[in-house]
């Protein structure tokens, strides 16, 4: 049979004169009517090994896909590559009826080339009887991560697709994913009946993506660093991915404050509005995008200059594939994420209502995200070992910990302490595990399987406790040990490392990234300019002297970064100083007189132009929910009832509350401190706050004991710094 001539057809419709990467050979293989599984980064081409071979093959190609706004995206440009209308169609619930009809008549006709489906869609018996009647050239399934429970985005309806598949009538398949460790490709194979399909993988190195991350040290500080961020590149294409919709819609008021054309996007905007806002990000009319993880999926924009995560993503899967959005035409592309240990208590706390494997594998996916967050070592090589690919060389010069690489230090004893207690334990452990074995802590499940009786037992104490998650995470990477993903992560020694057992060898690691959450590294970011010392150091002296006034220990007139913030921006009235982060109406009329007069006088004396173009604007928050739960404690709601008529967890709750009391808004909780604890214990933890030179909660729990739960003493914080601040 004669080979077909493909860069014809490739010119004609697309203007390409030559593929990229495997695109050939998957065609080929599509068209010799053999399935395939193409594992391609985003950017790498993946629709037009669908979309080619459905325009010179007979009948229709089904394509699979789980958005609507990418079938819309993907449609319009298939139809723009042809001056008749209808060769690419889609159904979804979006359609009514007559428009239906349409489509169906231009599959008759045999018009239509490529129909997308959602495969909610497809599961219904009036498409599956009628796509029985029609020539189906092949299947394409995109996303096609979303059928694995181990995939980032997994969706149980993908799970059903062999089977309709199945009713319709067999034709080739063709599965397609920009990530996929190697369990999630098995299992996509497996659950689609492809399992001799030919495997196309490509790279998933993208040189031209500079990766970041970066301590979230608190909401103001974040928000302030990202302006700046987006202000010094202004006018280019960004994407700021967000977990939460109010987050979203609060980051975008932000954004636009400060003059950046900014807009949200997310599953609780009409679709109108979404659509409009992706076309108007699309022509650039919008230049930032702030979005939850519904936006980007098959959107076609090659010059996104940024990706900014401000929440740490739940896998490693979905942070590559979100990141992979930017420098598509191979220009630049800056990556960054913003990570915070209290981000990840909360994402492990959404987990509790699944079901206990989707726990499992969910925090197994987190502690890959933590590790690659954590770790000194080049991010390329981190996220390229986790799609089972190796980076040669140990810098990659477009990364944080590459830019700014640390010391390294001599680790083979701690390797060999590592190697030791896997193969005492028989290799059916997890890392948090060894680490106690190692460091000779006898827990409640070491114990129970009388590991503290192994002669290696706490093999590792006299060593520095740091060393040990750089050491098992840098083994694995060198081949050393191997994480055995099918079995939750349990660690197992491969041949190196039993070769490594016999004649140990120089083995240099790089130490974790120690992050600082602490507010003091918050001064003067963002603000375009550096601190005043002079000025601070005035100005702590006045919140002294002041605090001896009120009798109140100095941190409740104001925090520390509030001061830093003051002697960065200079802020010279009233309405000024509520810019300050931590500074509310009713604590800049009670105490900010002082402060903006000695601020003043300050500046009029040094000659200092104050930085007033630079400030980031803030914006009241979005402040009905505020409003709802001052109103709610004024009747004396139960706060836990507060929590759950609103919609958000606890602690959710108890961070609006400490905002509305730090911005200097008086709160009476007493009511329910009356119900839930003890009056004893709220005492002594009143008279430490009394006390105590710091509001910091970890300080607190470690001052007063075990005997205190933290939401305790978060609770009588609020009244004590109601009664006291406010």
């Known amino acids: ?126 498409y599956v009887e009628f796509l029985r009647g029609v020539q189906i050239s092949f299947y ?40 996929a460790t190697d369990k999630v490709r098995t299992d996509i194979k497996k659950s689609l009946g492809i399992t001799d399909a030919a495997e196309f993988k490509s790279s998933f190195n993208r040189p031209n993506l500079y990766y970041e991350v970066k301590p979230k040290i608190s909401e103001e500080a974040t928000n302030t660093q990202i302006v700046k961020f987006v202000k010094q590149h202004a006018g280019k294409s960004g994407i700021i991915y967000c977990l939460s919709r109010k987050k979203v819609e609060e980051l975008a008021a932000i954004l636009c404050a400060n003059e950046i054309k900014a807009a949200p996007y997310h599953a609780g905007l009409d679709s109108a509005t979404r ?32 990706v900014i995560h401000y929440d740490i993503p739940k896998s490693l899967e979905g942070y590559y594939q979100e990141t992979g959005r930017a420098g598509r035409d191979g220009g630049e592309g800056l990556c960054m994420v913003f990570y915070s240990n209290k981000d990840l208590k909360k994402l492990e706390k959404f987990m509790e209502n699944k079901s206990v494997v989707e ?86 499940d070491i114990v129970s399987h009388k590991h503290h009786e ?43 490392g039993r070769k490594f057992m016999k004649s140990p060898k120089p083995f240099s690691i790089v130490l974790d990234n120690e992050f600082n959450f602490s507010e003091e590294d918050t001064a003067g970011e963002g603000h375009g300019g550096a601190l005043d010392p002079a000025l601070y150091n005035m100005l702590t002296d006045l919140r002294k002297g002041v605090a001896k006034r009120f009798n109140l220990p100095p941190y409740v007139i104001f ?41 003043r006088k300050h500046c009029e004396e040094n000659d200092i132009e104050r930085p007033e173009d630079l400030r980031i604007r803030t914006v009241a928050k979005k402040s009905m929910l505020k409003v709802k739960i001052i109103q709610s404690i004024d009747r004396q709601v139960a706060l836990d009832d507060i929590a759950n008529a609103q919609g958000i967890d606890f602690d959710e709750l108890l961070d609006e509350i400490d905002a509305i009391v730090y911005s200097g808004t ?52 609020v009244k004590f710094l109601s009664e006291k601040a406010n």
């Open 1 to 126: 049979m004669k080979e077909i001539n493909l860069i014809e057809p490739l010119k004609t419709y697309f203007g390409f004169d030559t593929f990229k990467g495997d695109q050939e050979a998957i065609i080929r293989n599509l068209l010799d009517g053999n399935d395939a599984f193409v594992l391609m980064p985003t950017g790498g081409g993946k629709s037009l090994c669908y979309q080619l071979p459905s325009l010179i093959m007979g009948g229709t190609a089904i394509v699979i896909s789980p958005l609507i706004a990418l079938m819309k995206n993907q449609v319009d440009v298939i139809n723009g590559l042809s001056e008749e209308d209808g060769m690419a169609h889609y159904i979804n619930s979006s359609l009514n009826k007559s428009a239906i009809d349409l489509v169906k008549n231009d599959i008759r006709s045999g018009k239509t080339k490529l129909l997308y489906v959602a495969p909610e869609s497809l599961t219904k018996d009036e």
């Open 140 to 179: 394409a399934i995109d996303e096609a991560h979303c059928i694995s429970e181990w995939g980032h985005d997994f969706r149980p309806e993908y799970r059903n697709i062999r089977p309709i598949i199945n009713k319709i009538g067999r034709a080739p398949i063709i599965a397609l994913t920009a990530t």
């Open 275 to 306: 659509s409009q806002t992706q076309d108007d990000f699309l022509m650039q009319d919008i230049h930032v995008i702030v979005a939850t993880i519904a936006f980007g999926m098959g959107i076609d924009k090659p010059d996104v200059r940024f």
């Open 359 to 444: 726990q499992d594998i969910g925090r197994q996916l987190l502690q890959e995200t933590a590790a690659y967050a954590e770790s000194s070592v080049c991010r390329r090589k981190l996220l390229l070992h986790y799609f089972g690919e190796e980076y040669p060389k140990e810098n990659c010069e477009n990364c944080d910990n590459c830019l700014h690489p640390k010391t390294k230090i001599e680790a083979r004893k701690p390797l060999e302490i590592v190697l030791e207690a896997v193969a005492a334990v028989k290799e059916n452990f997890m890392q948090d595990y060894i680490i106690d074995f190692v460091k000779g802590r006898a827990t409640d």
């Open 454 to 496: 192994q002669e290696c037992f706490g093999a590792g104490e006299d060593e520095d406790p740091k060393v040990w998650n750089p050491v098992i995470r840098q083994a694995i990477i060198a081949g050393y040990i191997k994480k055995d993903v099918e079995n939750y992560g349990l660690l197992k020694l491969t041949p190196e």
């Open 559 to 599: 925090m520390d970064v509030s001061l830093e913030q003051m002697a960065t921006v200079y802020p010279v009235s009233l309405e000024e100083l509520q810019n300050i982060q931590g500074v509310g109406a009713g604590k800049a009329r009670k105490f900010g007189m002082p402060f903006v007069e000695l601020i």
């Open 666 to 717: 008086k709160l009476n909780i007493d009511y329910f401190l009356e119900e839930v604890m003890d009056e004893e214990h709220v005492n002594d933890i009143y008279d430490y706050f009394m006390e105590s030179e710091t509001d910091d909660l970890d300080v607190a729990m470690q001052e007063l004991g075990n005997e205190y739960e933290e939401d305790e003493i978060r609770l009588v914080r």
